[in-house]
């Protein structure tokens, strides 16, 4: 997996849209093999981008936080 996407869930503040966004453009580069499509892959590309942000979001809201309540660095 990607190294460089970082652990979103229990970070105080909370993960911002903007973070959720680059951890689900990272993903989609990871598993796409595109740093960035062609135009004719660019449609598939960024609604792969926003659906994983989408499920992210969810994710994010539905998970418990940590066990031992502390928040985790950001």
């Known amino acids: ?3 460089s996407i970082r652990t979103l869930r229990g970070q105080e503040p ?3 849209p903007e ?3 680059a951890a689900a453009l990272q993903y989609v580069r990871k ?3 595109y740093r ?5 892959n660019a449609e598939a ?3 792969a981008v ?3 942000a989408a499920a992210t979001e969810r994710l994010l809201a539905a998970i418990a936080p940590r066990a031992d ?3 985790r660095p950001g």
């Open 50 to 52: 926003a659906e994983v």
């Open 31 to 33: 598993v796409s093999g």
């Open 14 to 16: 909370p993960a911002t």
């Open 19 to 21: 973070e959720v966004r």
């Open 1 to 3: 997996m990607c190294r």
């Open 45 to 47: 590309f960024d609604r």
């Open 69 to 71: 309540g502390e928040p």
């Open 36 to 40: 960035a499509p062609s135009r004719r």
